[in-house]
């Protein structure tokens, strides 16, 4: 396994039920506990882990839930705990939650899979090396890797029978297939210049609201702000200001407290007026969806791509870790029946479509979304997407006034179900009854204290 962030972790567990021994390859140093690294920087700004990714991780490792709740994680159930500015310029209303998530940092998350993980006797972490190149074996599948150890700089050859590319954003698979003699798959990059950033704020004693997250939505094309603010463990919330189109959030106190005054609802100003931050503020830009179609190329065997190595997202939607839990899950499905090493050889080989299948509905979302920006990079809308999206307007206003469209929306956001669901029959009359004119602009909810 490259990689021994969200989705190495969670593949290897899934690996060590059908292989003898499973080895983690790290760049980093792993801490003892929840901190962030050098090869995770995102892990410093919001990170919402959707229910659909959670079912995944229980199930793989039963007691990740109950220990996220005793480090301190907070349970958010949607839409009942959150005041969601839709799109459609509207508040969405309280109803019952469908959907619940436990809100942490990115790297309690992560700690708490690892220690999981860490249990298992038959995986073991290398960390403090990077894996350099791959190795073919005289049948032309791969058959190992090299490594380098970061400080001592030493190079060593491992065997495997089956190599896991899980290192992220900036694998360099692409250039080890090369070097092999093999072609780079193709990329799809669609970018909306889409920024982040993000301090974490202490909740103020006494302080009490109705909601416990707040999500001010950008509205392509017109308000390409927004923010999000979640709670986490240790009585702080994280708050991340979204731009797009290059209108990146700045870094600065001034900036970023402007910034959150130009929202279309000044409630996220009004929280920076009474908490106290308790860290500086994080920017972020590496944020364009990545598609790399391994699906589509003539691959050696006996290697695979997971993960954001495969295919990366705009984060605004929060889909990364969700869909690289889906896609293992996908491979465990795969490995499920196999009886046998032949078994479990031939069954990989379809595998990398599989994986990359699971990508298709988070993309269409996240991709669907960013193409009405008339900045963004890469694509253009065409008159099919323009008219998805206005079905998908008329989708996000009935979102905040009708249970049964707020459900199904949240299904497709926590990764239950595929976006073509918001397209079913039964839906179509709620989703297209006739609605009020909404203004973009919201007021304020009351924030206590000011
Ligand atoms: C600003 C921002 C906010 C985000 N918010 C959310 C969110 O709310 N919800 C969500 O689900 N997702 C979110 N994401 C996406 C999420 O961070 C990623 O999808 C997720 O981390 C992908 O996990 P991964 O394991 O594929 O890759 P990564 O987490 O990037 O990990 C790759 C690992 O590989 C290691 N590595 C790299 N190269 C090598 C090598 N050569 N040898 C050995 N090791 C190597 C790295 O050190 C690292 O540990 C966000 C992303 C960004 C940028």
Redesign the pocket.
């Known amino acids: 396994m490259?990689?021994?962030?969200?989705?190495?972790l969670l593949a290897a567990r899934v690996l060590s039920e059908h292989f003898d021994q499973v080895t983690v390859?790290?760049?980093?140093r792993l801490p003892d506990g929840p901190g962030v690294?050098?090869?995770?920087p995102?892990?410093r700004?919001?990170?919402?882990?959707?229910a659909g990714?959670m079912e995944v991780v229980e199930r793989l490792l039963p007691g990740v839930g109950s220990d996220l709740l005793a480090a301190g994680a907070v349970p958010v159930g949607l839409p009942t705990d959150m005041a969601w500015l839709t799109p459609a310029g509207r508040w969405t209303q309280p109803f019952p939650a469908t959907q619940r998530l436990l809100s942490a940092t990115?790297v309690l998350l992560e700690w708490t899979v690892r220690s999981h993980v860490e249990k298992s006797a038959n995986i073991n972490f290398y960390t403090d090396?990077?894996?350099?190149a791959l190795r073919l074996g005289v049948t032309g599948d791969v058959s190992g890797l090299t490594l380098r150890g970061r400080r001592t700089g030493t190079t060593a050859d491992l065997c495997a029978d089956l190599v896991v590319d899980?290192?992220?954003?900036?694998?360099?698979l692409p250039e080890w297939l090369v070097e092999l003699g093999f072609l780079a798959p193709e990329e799809t990059t669609i970018d909306s210049l889409l920024g982040?950033a993000t301090r974490l704020l202490e909740i103020p004693a006494g302080f009490s609201a109705r909601w416990k997250a707040v999500y001010i939505q950008n509205a392509p094309p017109d308000h390409p702000r927004g923010g999000i603010m979640f709670p986490i463990e240790g009585n702080r919330w994280v708050l991340t200001l979204i731009g797009a189109g290059g209108d990146y959030p700045p870094t600065d106190d001034e900036g970023f407290r402007e910034f959150a005054v130009s929202l279309r609802s000044p409630v996220l100003a009004d929280v920076l007026a009474i908490a106290e931050p308790v860290s500086p503020i994080w920017g972020?830009r590496?944020?364009a969806n990545r598609w790399r179609h391994y699906e589509k190329l003539a691959m050696p065997g006996r290697l695979l791509a997971?993960?954001?190595?495969l295919c990366?997202?705009n984060?605004a939607y929060?889909?990364?870790?969700?869909?690289?839990a889906k896609e293992v899950d996908v491979l465990a499905g795969i490995l499920a029946d196999c009886r046998s090493s032949t078994d479990l050889f031939r069954a990989l080989q379809g595998a990398q479509r599989a994986i990359a299948a699971r990508a298709k509905g988070p993309w269409m979302l996240s991709t669907g979304s960013d193409l009405r920006y008339p900045t963004t990079v890469g694509a253009s809308q065409t008159p099919i997407d323009r008219l998805v999206n206005r079905y998908l307007d008329r989708a996000m206003s009935a979102v905040s006034d009708d249970a049964t469209v707020n459900a199904a929306f949240l299904r497709v956001l926590n990764m239950i179900d595929d976006p073509q669901a918001l397209f079913a029959p039964r839906l179509m009359p709620r989703v297209l009854r006739p609605r009020r004119h909404h203004p973009a602009h919201a007021e304020g909810l009351p924030v206590p204290g000011r």
């Not at 490259?2 to 190495?8: D, H, K, P, R, T």
């Not at 700004?45 to 959707?50: C, D, I, P, S, V």
């Not at 090396?129 to 350099?132: A, K």
Request: glycine share 18%; net charge positive; hydrophobic share 35%.
């Open positions: 490259i990689g021994g962030s969200m989705a190495g390859i790290e760049r980093d690294r050098k090869g995770v995102q892990a700004h919001l990170h919402a882990f959707w990714g990115r090396h990077e894996v350099t899980a290192a992220g954003r900036g694998s360099k982040y972020y590496r944020t997971i993960g954001d190595s990366a997202f984060p929060g889909q990364g870790m969700t869909v690289a």
